[in-house]
């Protein structure tokens, strides 16, 4: 016979996304945030940048050479953690800090789960909490650029925190021009970015809208010094890293929920976690943590929210 009917296992679906397409992507939905640090707080955050970003990168390309493994440096993963963790401290912080988060980020945080798509935590968190615990003086202390320096300042979480009231409009929030980590006081800037990601298909609304939604109505509900209903909702979802956190880490495909429903789980719980932390913790800022606990869940989450097989019925116990 001429023609032969050739037979294959599935999966029969086939797309022109690869992982090394998409890795980059993200990387460039990230510039817009990186041209705003730099922009706000001058060469110290371009030099924060570069260092956490060739750390990543050269500690991938160590591990994978000492592992045995394929090296894959050039996939782009390497690169979005060192700027998710660039994106994520202070601009002060000295520049051999942020190499050893990168390094510790890379090593502990995703090569010793087995790289890329085995990791269970998000690697760039796992790198920004090791440096809290390790240097918290130089994680907690804040700057903005002024006549070529920075100066020391307060973020508007933290002001709040210590009962005061932020001297920063919701405009100042929006646009970015305040002490905090680089990458996270320019809402516009990751706006931008979030809408690349969604009109590229790779992130959904339902954990970003879930999470910020959440933070919201707790915020609202029990952040107002005038009683319940009274909190400043507005002010919690521009200030600090939610905006980074929502769009930019909680919706990882590695470590986030693979179901709709499991995603919108995974938010409120970010988002409940961020509040409390919050409002009642001894810490300003609560995204970080609150999206490495709920990383723990997720195998849970996607076992709870599994699709129904065909012909299944659903029981309730």
Not at 167 to 175: G, N, P, R, S
Request: contains cysteine.
């Amino acid at each position: 016979m001429s023609k032969q009917l050739v037979i294959t296992s599935s999966p029969h679906i086939r797309d022109k996304e690869t992982i090394s397409r998409i890795m980059w992507w993200v990387v460039i939905s990230l510039i817009p945030a990186g041209i705003s640090a730099v922009w706000v707080f001058g060469l110290p955050a371009l030099y924060l940048i570069v260092a956490c970003v060739v750390s990543a990168v050269l500690t991938e390309l160590a591990c994978q050479k000492v592992m045995g493994r394929p090296v894959r440096i050039g996939d782009g993963s390497a690169v979005i953690t060192g700027l998710l963790l660039a994106y994520n401290v202070s601009a002060g912080l000295p520049l051999w800090m942020a190499v050893l988060g990168s390094v510790f980020a890379i090593a502990i945080g995703k090569q010793v789960f087995g790289g890329l798509g085995r990791n269970i935590f998000n690697p760039a968190l796992v790198g920004r909490a090791f440096l809290m615990a390790s240097f918290p003086a130089y994680m907690t202390r804040f700057y903005v650029w002024k006549d070529g320096a920075l100066v020391s300042q307060a973020t508007p979480l933290t002001v709040v925190k210590m009962g005061g009231v932020p001297a920063v409009t919701y405009k100042t929030l929006f646009l970015g021009n305040y002490a905090g980590c680089i990458g996270e006081t320019s809402v516009l800037a990751l706006l931008i970015g979030a809408l690349i990601l969604l009109w590229r298909g790779y992130i959904s609304l339902h954990t970003p809208l879930s999470y910020i939604g959440t933070v919201a109505l707790m915020t609202w509900i029990f952040g107002g010094k005038a009683g319940w209903f009274s909190g400043d909702w507005l002010f919690h979802i521009l200030s600090g890293g939610l905006m980074l956190g929502a769009w930019f880490m909680a919706t990882d495909m590695v470590t986030s929920p693979i179901t709709k429903k499991g995603q919108v789980a995974f938010g409120i719980g970010c988002g409940l976690i961020t509040s409390i932390l919050r409002l009642w913790g001894g810490l300003p800022e609560g995204v970080s943590y609150s999206i490495l606990i709920m990383n723990a869940f997720v195998p849970y989450l996607d076992n709870l929210f599994r699709p129904r097989r065909l012909g299944e019925r659903r029981r309730w116990i």
